[in-house]
């Protein structure tokens, strides 16, 4: 279902406490705010759902502002590799004004999401009138950017281990009852198709893990028990 501008995700924050917590609008005051948030739909995502294909036409900006998404490619043999992990604040899309590309790409729900979307035209407006709103995105983009370099130069002189690891480490963003840190939402599969290899390699390579005591599996979740030996495997 499509949530209205107005919407609230079903536990009371509304729309525009969500757009505040988006780096790119950090700056803006109360209201305005509530002008951007008049100019970006909301829609909700639930997992599993592809909400933007590799032949879609059209130039939107996407805002994530809850949840996690996923960008994939597929090859000509149809092996998909997942170029990016979105978490909520981040800003994604086709939009080649600002060097956002998903051309060939999918955009996929990895948990449940709200979204909101922005046109060309609607984006245009609001940095001729927010010029410090452009300076946000170049910040956000030189990140991504920096992150994408390092995934490169890991694939280039790390093994399948070494990358591992760093990616487990990468992806924990949520601590369970013990304080540990915890990834969730991801299977083998999707951990294979960010590393460019095969699941059976994955799951072995995480058995190893988990028989040196480093991390504990379940079901699409990874508890990691010890950080620091992970760390090491990757400073090795």
């Given at each position: 279902?499509?949530?209205?501008?107005?919407?609230?995700?079903?536990?009371?924050?509304?729309?525009?406490?969500?757009?505040k917590?988006?780096?790119?609008?950090?700056?803006?005051?109360?209201?305005?705010?509530?002008?951007?948030?008049?100019?970006?739909?909301?829609?909700?995502?639930e997992?599993?759902?592809?909400?933007?294909h590799?032949?879609?036409?059209?130039?939107?900006?996407?805002?994530?502002?809850?949840?996690?998404?996923?960008?994939?490619?597929?090859?000509?043999?149809?092996?998909?590799?997942?170029?990016?992990?979105?978490?909520?604040?981040?800003?994604?899309?086709?939009?080649?004004?600002?060097?956002?590309?998903?051309?060939?790409?999918?955009?996929?729900?990895?948990?449940?999401?709200?979204?909101?979307?922005?046109?060309?035209?609607?984006?245009?407006?609001?940095?001729?009138?927010?010029?410090?709103?452009?300076?946000?995105?170049?910040?956000?983009?030189?990140?991504?950017?920096?992150?994408?370099?390092?995934?490169?130069?890991?694939?280039?002189?790390?093994?399948?281990?070494?990358?591992?690891?760093?990616?487990?480490?990468?992806?924990?963003d949520?601590?369970?009852?013990?304080?540990?840190?915890?990834?969730?939402?991801?299977?083998?599969?999707?951990?294979?198709?960010?590393?460019g290899?095969?699941?059976?390699?994955?799951?072995?390579?995480?058995?190893?893990?988990?028989?040196?005591?480093?991390?504990?599996?379940?079901?699409?979740?990874?508890?990691?028990?010890?950080?620091?030996?992970?760390?090491?495997?990757v400073?090795?």
């Open positions: 279902m499509t949530a209205t501008a107005t919407d609230a995700d079903g536990f009371g924050t509304t729309k525009l406490a969500y757009l917590t988006v780096d790119i609008f950090q700056d803006l005051a109360d209201g305005e705010m509530k002008e951007v948030e008049a100019s970006a739909p909301m829609f909700s995502c997992p599993g759902r592809v909400f933007y590799a032949d879609d036409p059209a130039e939107v900006l996407f805002i994530l502002k809850k949840g996690a998404v996923i960008l994939s490619r597929l090859n000509a043999d149809g092996k998909r590799l997942i170029t990016a992990t979105l978490e909520a604040g981040t800003i994604f899309g086709e939009m080649p004004l600002l060097g956002q590309r998903l051309q060939r790409s999918e955009a996929e729900a990895l948990s449940e999401c709200l979204i909101c979307s922005l046109s060309r035209r609607d984006v245009v407006a609001l940095i001729n009138k927010y010029p410090i709103i452009a300076v946000r995105i170049a910040e956000v983009l030189s990140r991504r950017l920096e992150a994408a370099e390092e995934r490169l130069q890991e694939m280039a002189f790390q093994g399948l281990r070494e990358r591992l690891a760093s990616l487990l480490l990468r992806l924990a949520e601590t369970d009852w013990r304080g540990n840190l915890v990834i969730k939402g991801l299977t083998h599969q999707h951990l294979a198709e960010i590393l290899s095969y699941r059976e390699t994955v799951t072995a390579t995480l058995n190893e893990f988990k028989a040196d005591g480093l991390i504990e599996t379940g079901r699409k979740k990874i508890v990691i028990i010890e950080p620091e030996g992970l760390r090491a495997l400073r090795a």
